[in-house]
């Protein structure tokens, strides 16, 4: 690539559809309705939006930020600000993408798998049994693999014919599923009961410390924060682009779908009394309860669940391909390969990877809680710092493109005082807890 201008997104649009469909996910789909139903319902949907507001959004913003302003990838983009010494963080960046996707696509798997059996044989009886069946070995490998080939073709086209083409027709297909399963969840008997399930307001439940960090990791996955995606996507767009304003487009679409995810996952459940399959675990929610009423609705059952999983399948692969850009865009800058090369290198490599998680649940787990309450949690921490004491002049920068804008100063503010402490406190009571899980991992095999 040495010599060639940098790739830049066709439109603004083009980047602000990538960037949504980064953060809009298994993250929204999958995770966030769970913590809401068992972590106080609305006043775990408040909490959460004060996060997002307070920590998420000044922290898109310093990605975006320094992306734009460097126009490089992420390890390339801190040196330039920063000098080499901050290239570790951006290597931790890298490390991250490589974790996430390893693991990401072998539930990615299992949602393509769900998919497939929808159209071809309609949903197991036993969903429990079905899971317990594919959800680890050769199967939940292939399937990781199938995935995993999709992300590679569209990361290998680049960002305008691969990254921003995709995305521009999936995330306007997603919305559109997403809101005709909630619509279809409305009309059913037991609605009411799974609304007041993941609505039920409990404020003693939702604000305590635990919840505080679970609300924390989920926040930064689902705004797939804290390791260099936002940064990198930024790396693309001209200087023109006004930051305040897609942050706050970005992370508002975030919060609606995953919102709406709610909407439209609980009064399915509860529309069949099934609620006892939802508590069992965040999976069990998804890959067992919601397939066991799709089943028990018949036909119309198999078309929304059909629906339902290409969905998920859609958001999956749009998070997949920012998370792979990251290493991609790595490569390229940092050891001058053609995008083809970086693509397949490190694609195959991520997929590789992803053996332990697709042989092993356990493992699965433990990679999910170590990408979420370490890497992401402490990247966003190093990531607040920087932008907030080292970079020379971060409000300069934003300003290109968005002069005035009133919350500059409230920005910079946040970024150096209110984000560091808050994910010091929340770093200091994860961490633990986290490596006691690696160690146990470790111990049992
Ligand atoms: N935000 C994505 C989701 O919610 C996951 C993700 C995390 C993507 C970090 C990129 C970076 O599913």
């Known amino acids: 690539m040495a010599g060639e201008s940098r790739e830049q997104w066709n439109s603004r649009t083009g980047f602000i559809f990538a960037a949504v469909g980064s953060a809009v996910g298994l993250g929204n789909m999958w995770r966030f309705s769970y913590l809401t139903a068992e972590n106080g319902g609305a006043a775990f949907v408040v909490l959460y939006l004060l996060l997002t507001l307070v920590i998420g959004l000044p922290v898109m913003l310093a990605e975006l930020t320094v992306g734009r302003g460097a126009g490089k990838s992420p390890i390339q983009a801190l040196a330039h600000y920063g000098g080499p010494r901050w290239r570790g963080l951006g290597a931790v960046f890298v490390a991250a993408g490589f974790i996430i996707l390893s693991y990401y696509g072998v539930i990615a798997g299992w949602t393509l798998r769900y998919a497939g059996e929808a159209l071809v044989t309609g949903f197991a009886d036993d969903p429990g049994l079905h899971f317990r069946n594919i959800r680890e070995g050769s199967g939940a490998f292939l399937f990781h693999v199938f995935f995993m080939g999709a992300t590679i073709g569209i990361v290998a086209g680049g960002v305008k014919r691969g990254i921003e083409r995709v995305a521009v027709i999936a995330m306007p297909?997603?919305?559109?599923?997403?809101?005709?399963?909630a619509l279809y969840a409305a009309t059913l008997d037991g609605a009411g009961a799974g609304y007041r399930y993941y609505l039920n307001t409990d404020f003693v439940n939702a604000w305590s410390l635990d919840v505080l960090v679970d609300a924390a990791g989920q926040a930064f996955f689902s705004l797939s924060l804290g390791m260099g995606a936002m940064l990198t996507f930024a790396s693309y767009l001209p200087r023109e682009s006004h930051l305040p304003n897609e942050s706050l487009l970005i992370a508002s679409a975030d919060f609606g779908v995953a919102f709406l995810a709610g909407l439209m996952v609980f009064p399915l459940i509860f529309?069949?009394?099934l609620s006892g399959d939802v508590s069992e675990s965040t999976l069990g929610a998804l890959f067992v309860a919601l397939p066991k009423a799709f089943a028990a609705m018949g036909a119309a059952g198999r078309v929304v669940g059909l629906l339902f999983f290409i969905a998920l399948v859609v958001g999956a692969l749009t998070s997949a391909i920012s998370l792979l850009e990251v290493v991609v865009s790595a490569t390229i800058d940092g050891l001058n390969w053609s995008r083809?090369?970086?693509t397949l290198v490190m694609g195959l490599a991520i997929t590789a990877l992803g053996a332990p998680s697709a042989w092993n649940i356990g493992f699965l787990e433990v990679m999910d809680k170590v990408a979420n309450n370490l890497f992401l949690l402490g990247g966003g921490l190093g990531l607040s710092i920087f932008v907030g004491w080292v970079m020379k002049d971060p409000t300069g920068e934003v300003a290109v493109g968005a002069e005035g804008v009133p919350?500059?100063?409230?920005?910079?503010?946040?970024?150096?005082?209110?984000?560091?402490?808050f994910l010091i406190v929340v770093l200091w009571n994860s961490v633990p807890a986290t490596l006691r899980?690696?160690?146990g991992l470790i111990s049992a095999s």
């Open 173 to 181: 297909a997603l919305f559109f599923l997403v809101c005709a399963v």
């Open 340 to 342: 083809l090369q970086s």
């Open 271 to 273: 529309a069949l009394g």
């Open 407 to 421: 919350w500059f100063g409230l920005w910079r503010g946040l970024l150096r005082f209110v984000v560091p402490a």
């Open 437 to 439: 899980a690696v160690w």
